[in-house]
């Protein structure tokens, strides 16, 4: 029987493992996958409808729950187990401070022919049997995650200099439009077009901070 496996690594690129991998004896109740597009609403000063135009893509999201059974009657536990130990077990390693990370560490799950890679976004534990000393037998435990792609992985996934991507970018200071428009799509000419888009009155002295969006544009 295939088990569900939880690694913690203490780098971007899953390659340094962070303590032991994790095995969930109990099969998930429930496995969930999300994906998602983030699209932003062309606002052109003149145009009656409005376009959709595709911004980024959002991170994948992977959420299960599953029940830890320390009584006695689940193969593979052993006198003694507790819930609360196992809980504290999968929070050690994959909830709490990575000192190495400075951070959480990230999270690699495996079950069966599906693999996510990402970090932890919330973890919820109902307690609901407990021996006389007080320690949890059994514990119903869920967790979400969001992906997680280091950023030279992502852009060979995503090209943001495609001219079919946009991209979101912030303006620093010295930054001009002309030489974002030249960085973003090799052609400075373009800055009129980018300005009408986020819907600025000028091209020039844009303050730092300032978050445009370099929309999908070809050439005239």
């Known amino acids: 029987m295939e088990h569900l496996l939880i690694q913690a690594y203490s780098d ?3 390659r340094s493992k962070h303590g032991e991998q994790i095995t969930v004896l109990l099969n998930p109740e429930s496995v969930k996958t999300g994906k998602g597009i983030r699209y932003r609403d062309d606002k052109q ?14 991170s994948e999201t992977f959420s299960f729950n599953f029940t830890i059974d320390c ?5 593979g536990t052993q006198k003694g187990d507790t819930a609360t130990a196992k809980v504290k077990e999968i929070e050690d390693s994959i909830y709490c401070y990575n000192s190495e990370l400075h951070r959480p560490s990230f999270v690699e799950i495996v079950y069966g022919q599906v693999m996510f890679k990402g970090q932890v976004k919330k973890i919820g534990v109902d307690y609901t049997l407990f021996n006389n000393a ?12 969001t992906g ?6 992502e852009r060979k996934k995503y090209p943001k200099n495609s001219p079919d ?4 970018i912030t303006v620093k200071d010295g930054d001009t439009l002309a030489a974002l428009c030249q960085e973003a799509y090799g052609d400075s000419t373009l800055v009129a ?5 986020n819907n600025l009155n000028g ?14 544009l070809r050439k005239s």
């Open 12 to 14: 971007e690129k899953f």
């Open 71 to 75: 009584t006695g009657v689940v193969e």
């Open 148 to 153: 997680y792609m280091a950023s030279d992985e």
């Open 165 to 168: 991507m946009s991209r979101l």
């Open 203 to 216: 091209f020039r002295n844009i303050a730092a901070g300032t978050e445009l969006l370099f929309p999908p």
């Open 134 to 145: 007080g320690d949890a037998l059994r514990a119903k435990v869920t967790m979400e995650l």
């Open 193 to 197: 077009q980018v300005a009408r888009f």
């Open 45 to 58: 000063q003149g145009a009656v409808g409005k376009n959709n135009v595709f911004e980024r893509y959002d």
